[in-house]
């Protein structure tokens, strides 16, 4: 039969403080149990690991050998112990976070600032080259521990989806189509023009197509961008007109590099939304930043 793991536990105490009676009262345990446990230890693995004297125990060969495994385990063991309450602590530990460019702009920034000044010792790894999509499927995999992207966000059952900040997005257009401004045009009028947009497999390619064919119209993207913060400088380039969130878009619209088109048609607003996958723990430092996030902008947390 397998020796009992406990056994090596009260071995490596035994020979750390060479005596029964002091590895008993460090294991708040009795002397007779403890010198009963060593013998069946000795009688399992068929060798003399100790020599008894009146001032304690001494190790012989065979238990020096043995100690020198179990000395290492139990180091192990507890650096285990050490780095799990770490990671449960506001003192130390990590979180991952797979973010789109307008959550990171829109909500995350301000909120990791605040989060990292109250939490030093927390570190944070961004990751904002993620889709929404994909940002959902690095957390199903369990790459990261929370995803904050925009709306829509593929339905999972695992997942818990929290809308954090809505945000209303506008079609901005550069110099050359500045002619576009000057009414307010339907989405057929527009539907023609080249657009810049992210491409299919991404949130924002399927909310807009969604937009489109629910008047019977197609969306084309003629310039595809990687992320959204490069959507902006395409279109003041006069690379296409496109759809931008507006917080994002204030300061172009304010020196006149962009021009707002105006619509007929109402595009709904979206949301950058904290994404959650409900079937794995969350450390301490995790729960502390979806509660900073989760408190309104006009509302500090105390």
Not at 65 to 88: K, M, N, P, W
Not at 275 to 293: F, I, N, W
């Amino acid at each position: 039969m397998p020796v009992p793991y406990d056994y090596y536990r009260i071995f490596y105490y035994v020979a750390q403080h060479k005596s029964f009676t002091k590895a008993a009262e460090a294991l708040d345990n009795n002397q007779p149990n403890i010198t009963r446990c060593m013998n069946n230890l000795e009688q399992d693995l068929g060798c003399k690991l100790f020599v008894r004297t009146n001032h304690g125990v001494s190790l012989t060969p065979e238990g020096q050998r043995l100690y020198g495994r179990v000395s290492v385990a139990f180091e192990q063991l507890r650096l285990g112990e050490s780095e799990i309450r770490d990671h449960c602590s506001l003192e130390t530990g990590s979180i991952s976070i797979a973010a789109s460019e307008t959550a990171l702009h829109l909500i995350l920034l301000d909120r990791l600032a605040a989060f990292h000044k109250r939490y030093p010792g927390v570190r944070l790894r961004i990751t904002n080259d993620y889709s929404t999509p994909r940002a959902v499927e690095a957390l199903l995999h369990g790459q990261v521990d929370c995803a904050v992207v925009t709306t829509p966000c593929p339905a999972k059952k695992s997942l818990r989806e929290t809308p954090l900040v809505p945000f209303p997005e506008i079609l901005i257009c550069g110099p050359a189509f500045a002619y576009l401004a000057a009414k307010t045009r339907r989405l057929r009028d527009v539907e023609p023009c080249p657009f810049v947009c992210m491409g299919s497999g991404t949130s924002t390619f399927s909310f807009y197509q969604r937009l489109f064919l629910k008047h019977d119209l197609t969306f084309h993207v003629d310039m595809e961008a990687a992320t959204m913060d490069q959507v902006l400088p395409m279109v003041q380039h006069d690379l296409g007109i496109g759809f931008f969130p507006e917080p994002m878009a204030a300061a172009a619209l304010a020196d006149g590099s962009v021009t707002r088109i105006r619509l007929t048609e109402s595009v709904p607003q979206r949301a950058v939304s904290l994404v959650e996958d409900l079937s794995r723990p969350q450390s301490v430092a995790m729960k502390a930043l979806k509660k900073l996030l989760l408190t309104p902008a006009d509302r500090p947390e105390p």
